[in-house]
């Protein structure tokens, strides 16, 4: 497992055993070809000429290309990897680049060379960045010129690092700039276009994913090729995706979602993905329109936005080729989502999953496997929305401390294990010993789960561990207090935190942002919140504020706003 090689061999066991599924072992694929390499090479002879990548810069301009072409530019660019910069399989290159098809094209060229891919978040600072660069080893990094000056000391600080390489934003120019001399790959024959990738195991590295939590070191995840596959397998039997079918891609791509979802899933099924610099209120609906686009990945703080930024004129009839909206990678609230879907009438079909997972591994179902009544009921009904049933690659349970599972409705940790189960974190023992104890992937997350009458269990998110508040000795869920600050009078958004209090641990505070030109007090968010919560579980202090921190993948952070509650550390509340 390349990283992994120097674990014991029980914690390997335990990892071996949280990529296996009950009666399914891991070696007993869910697709052929098992790697991305050979299933783009497959795409390519199948449906040559076919849109693959569609991309809008941030100026409109769209560039597009069909399978073959794309194929033919990323065997190029994998030969330019191998024999001018001396790269081999298994060797791990970073990208320090944003939404773009030339990473997308460099992505894909390391995988057909079996190299191991590490994105950078340009939106983190440079020392979480110059970690990441020490970390993973990797011997090249291809920066967009965006980025060349800043990038250039932490690559000076990174030993392992023997080439750097400035990326052009023209596609068709095929001309890398390193920090030296140019190199150019326009000159590089194609190659036999017959032959696929030869030698690539599915098990082999393909993609190590640092996490962005706010605290400590971030861990690398590290994914294999077949993973990718497992993956992306499930996501398109879930969302019924079929070649004709396109997906849009509004997400950043340096992170699992908007780089397995609606790209490696895409090559997977044999569709197309429109690829957007940014995301943008104004024309995300006009796009998908314009593209035919079918699916769309989103998370919770899109949905926000468009509900307050989008053209006032777009409904249901602006986007009739448009299924449903997959929704998930942060908390989404039962207000948000009713507010959304009475809004636009798009169904929101809310999941759930971690980079560990590769993605998702749980999805309600889509329109036409259910009805509008049962959707509704599950996104509305309980509390919060069901995150929904485990995706054909793993399967999911709720357990107790002990790793033993849980019954119907008692909450618990929300624990995978399947075919799209992470190689572990890449040199960090601790991360896996504590992510593995049980043989199950350990999600960090509490939840729990109920019978629908289809004979599913359909799962729920309740919180995460390291967010629970816990006043007293008793445990409080945040989202469950979400729910009643969001439904407040005046309340634009709002989040339960959990502050430093001498009395009883830890308090419960509630930070807002206000709808525009509303009076709402401190007093009456507090009454509503007590009308509707337990004494103990209802907001104590209220802070208003203009926004919620956020990565750059859209889930907020929680923990970071504790700081606002500081001056109420003593205060004895009623």
Same mark, same amino acid.
């Given at each position: 497992?390349?990283?992994?090689?120097?674990?014991?061999?029980?914690?390997?066991?335990?990892?071996?055993?949280?990529?296996?599924?009950?009666?399914?072992?891991?070696?007993?694929?869910?697709?052929?070809?098992?790697?991305?390499?050979?299933?783009?090479?497959?795409?390519?002879?199948?449906?040559?000429?076919?849109?693959?990548?569609?991309?809008?810069?941030?100026?409109?301009?769209?560039?597009?290309?069909?399978?073959?072409?794309?194929?033919?530019?990323?065997?190029?660019?994998?030969?330019?990897?191998?024999?001018?910069?001396?790269?081999?399989?298994?060797?791990?290159?970073?990208?320090?680049?944003?939404?773009?098809?030339?990473?997308?094209?460099?992505?894909?060229?390391?995988?057909?060379?079996?190299?191991?891919?590490?994105?950078?978040?340009?939106?983190?600072?440079?020392?979480?960045?110059?970690?990441?660069?020490?970390?993973?080893?990797?011997?090249?990094?291809?920066?967009?010129?965006?980025?060349?000056?800043?990038?250039?000391?932490?690559?000076?600080?990174?030993?392992?690092?023997?080439?750097?390489?400035?990326?052009?934003?023209?596609?068709?120019?095929?001309?890398?700039?390193?920090?030296?001399?140019?190199?150019?790959?326009?000159?590089?024959?194609?190659?036999?276009?017959?032959?696929?990738?030869?030698?690539?195991?599915?098990?082999?590295?393909?993609?190590?994913?640092?996490?962005?939590?706010?605290?400590?070191?971030?861990?690398?995840?590290?994914?294999?090729?077949?993973?990718?596959?497992?993956?992306?397998?499930?996501?398109?039997?879930?969302?019924?995706?079929?070649?004709?079918?396109?997906?849009?891609?509004?997400?950043?791509?340096?992170?699992?979602?908007?780089?397995?979802?609606?790209?490696?899933?895409?090559?997977?099924?044999?569709?197309?993905?429109?690829?957007?610099?940014?995301?943008?209120?104004?024309?995300?609906?006009?796009?998908?329109?314009?593209?035919?686009?079918?699916?769309?990945?989103?998370?919770?703080?899109?949905?926000?936005?468009?509900?307050?930024?989008?053209?006032?004129?777009?409904?249901?009839?602006?986007?009739?080729?448009?299924?449903?909206?997959?929704?998930?990678?942060?908390?989404?609230?039962?207000?948000?989502?009713?507010?959304?879907?009475?809004?636009?009438?798009?169904?929101?079909?809310?999941?759930?999953?971690?980079?560990?997972?590769?993605?998702?591994?749980?999805?309600? +179902?889509?329109? %036409?496997?259910?009805?509008? *009544?049962?959707?509704? @009921?599950?996104?509305? =009904? $309980? /509390?919060? +929305?069901?995150? %929904?049933?485990?995706?054909? *690659?793993?399967?999911? @349970?709720?357990?107790? =401390? $002990? /790793?033993?599972?849980?019954?119907?409705?008692?909450?618990?940790?929300?624990?995978?294990?399947?075919?799209?189960?992470?190689?572990?974190?890449?040199?960090?023992?601790?991360?896996?010993?504590?992510?593995?104890?049980?043989?199950?992937?350990?999600?960090?997350?509490?939840?729990?789960?109920?019978?629908?009458?289809?004979?599913?269990?359909?799962?729920?998110?309740?919180?995460?561990?390291?967010?629970?508040?816990?006043?007293?000795?008793?445990?409080?869920?945040?989202?469950?207090?979400?729910?009643?600050?969001?439904?407040?009078?005046?309340?634009?958004?709002?989040?339960?935190?959990?502050?430093?209090?001498?009395?009883?641990?830890?308090?419960?505070?509630?930070?807002?942002?206000?709808?525009?030109?509303?009076?709402?007090?401190?007093?009456?968010?507090?009454?509503?919140?007590?009308?509707?919560?337990?004494?103990?579980?209802?907001?104590?202090?209220?802070?208003?504020?203009?926004?919620?921190?956020?990565?750059?993948?859209?889930?907020?952070?929680?923990?970071?706003?504790?700081?606002?509650?500081?001056?109420?550390?003593?205060?004895?509340?009623?």
């Amino acid at each position: 497992m390349g990283s992994q090689e120097d674990l014991p061999d029980e914690l390997k066991a335990k990892i071996a055993s949280a990529r296996e599924m009950s009666g399914r072992p891991h070696a007993q694929r869910l697709a052929q070809p098992a790697t991305v390499a050979e299933t783009l090479h497959l795409r390519a002879h199948e449906r040559p000429e076919q849109p693959f990548l569609i991309y809008y810069a941030e100026d409109g301009c769209r560039r597009e290309r069909t399978y073959l072409a794309f194929y033919k530019r990323v065997r190029v660019v994998a030969r330019m990897m191998r024999e001018t910069l001396g790269l081999k399989r298994g060797d791990r290159v970073l990208t320090a680049m944003h939404n773009h098809d030339q990473t997308i094209l460099i992505t894909f060229a390391a995988w057909h060379l079996g190299l191991t891919v590490v994105p950078l978040n340009m939106g983190e600072d440079d020392k979480r960045l110059g970690y990441v660069l020490e970390h993973s080893g990797a011997k090249a990094i291809f920066v967009l010129k965006d980025y060349a000056e800043r990038m250039r000391p932490m690559i000076a600080a990174a030993p392992a690092i023997r080439r750097a390489l400035l990326v052009g934003t023209n596609y068709a120019s095929g001309v890398y700039i390193s920090y030296e001399r140019e190199v150019s790959f326009q000159k590089l024959e194609d190659g036999e276009l017959e032959r696929a990738p030869e030698g690539i195991s599915p098990d082999a590295e393909a993609l190590i994913v640092y996490t962005s939590g706010t605290t400590g070191a971030p861990k690398g995840v590290v994914l294999s090729q077949y993973n990718l596959i497992a993956d992306a397998h499930s996501i398109a039997a879930w969302h019924e995706l079929t070649p004709e079918k396109r997906m849009m891609c509004v997400l950043p791509i340096h992170h699992v979602n908007g780089l397995i979802v609606t790209h490696v899933t895409p090559v997977f099924y044999g569709g197309s993905v429109v690829q957007n610099r940014k995301f943008s209120t104004s024309n995300f609906f006009k796009r998908i329109a314009e593209e035919h686009v079918h699916v769309v990945s989103v998370v919770p703080t899109l949905l926000q936005f468009l509900i307050e930024g989008a053209p006032k004129d777009v409904t249901r009839a602006s986007v009739p080729g448009l299924s449903h909206i997959i929704c998930g990678a942060g908390p989404l609230t039962v207000d948000l989502a009713a507010r959304f879907e009475d809004r636009f009438g798009v169904p929101v079909c809310h999941g759930y999953g971690l980079s560990e997972t590769t993605c998702y591994s749980c999805f309600l +179902p889509i329109p %036409g496997r259910t009805t509008p *009544a049962e959707h509704k @009921a599950w996104m509305r =009904d $309980h /509390g919060y +929305p069901s995150i %929904g049933v485990a995706v054909a *690659a793993n399967e999911m @349970a709720i357990h107790d =401390d $002990h /790793g033993q599972a849980l019954p119907e409705g008692a909450k618990g940790e929300i624990v995978a294990r399947g075919h799209n189960v992470t190689l572990g974190y890449a040199s960090n023992r601790t991360a896996n010993e504590n992510a593995f104890t049980h043989g199950w992937f350990r999600s960090g997350d509490e939840g729990f789960w109920k019978k629908g009458a289809d004979g599913r269990a359909y799962y729920f998110i309740s919180g995460r561990f390291k967010e629970l508040i816990i006043r007293g000795g008793v445990k409080i869920s945040p989202l469950e207090v979400d729910e009643v600050i969001n439904r407040c009078p005046g309340v634009k958004a709002g989040m339960a935190v959990g502050f430093e209090n001498t009395t009883y641990g830890e308090e419960v505070g509630a930070y807002i942002v206000k709808q525009p030109g509303a009076e709402v007090t401190p007093e009456q968010v507090i009454e509503h919140c007590r009308k509707n919560l337990a004494a103990h579980a209802a907001p104590k202090v209220v802070v208003f504020g203009e926004t919620f921190p956020v990565t750059s993948t859209g889930k907020y952070q929680r923990n970071q706003l504790k700081g606002q509650f500081a001056e109420w550390k003593d205060a004895q509340f009623k």
